[in-house]
């Protein structure tokens, strides 16, 4: 009896290749969008303010943004080509079934995540809270996550704020935005 004959047909309906396969799939499109998620957050935002300002704001003032943002798509789509290419590359690595991909994800993005949640939280209260207050916190919720001595979080906060407080307050006569905490 050769090994050819215990093997079961490939049309014969095999659960566990299907799945297999299912996976790989769901493992090439996780590795395929893991890269370009924030790169695509990027664009949204682009696309956004330039929906937001386009005919509102006279063209001549919006010169250097709009430079700016076609930098950022510019660089954008060299991303885009060379992180498609690579996962395509590889497409014959991907194994990973997609809880694994998904926690994967979450691992390699977390502090990238913080940063972002503190960033939206930050430009969330600055009218509420104030401009030092909020940026304040936000500092110290920056600087403490690293392992920075905490005297050295508190000087360097203290210190940054103090001089933001000069130079906008006492040089360039900028007030800030007030909430009810200064």
């Not at 395929?32 to 790169?39: A, I, M, R, Y």
């Amino acid at each position: 009896m050769s090994s050819l004959e215990n093997e079961e047909p490939l049309n014969g309906g095999d659960e566990r290749t299907e799945d297999r396969c299912e996976s790989i799939d769901d493992s090439f499109f996780l590795a395929l969008v893991k890269p370009l998620v924030f790169p695509t957050l990027g664009l949204v935002f682009a696309l956004l303010y330039l929906h937001s300002t386009y005919g509102r704001i006279d063209l001549s003032n919006l010169t250097y943004p709009y430079v700016i943002i076609g930098s950022l798509l510019a660089l954008l789509a060299s991303v885009y080509v060379s992180e498609i290419r690579s996962v395509v590359q590889k497409k014959d690595r991907y194994e990973l079934d997609t809880k694994e991909a998904l926690s994967d994800l979450i691992d390699e993005w977390k502090m990238s995540i913080v940063v972002c949640v503190i960033a939206v939280v930050y430009v969330g209260v600055i009218d509420t809270v104030g401009f030092f207050t909020s940026s304040a916190l936000a500092m110290i919720a920056l600087m403490s996550l690293s392992d920075v001595d905490y005297k050295v979080l508190v000087a360097v906060t203290v210190f940054t704020i103090g001089m933001i407080y000069v130079l906008f307050i006492g040089v360039l006569d900028v007030r800030p935005p007030e909430g009810f905490l200064i």
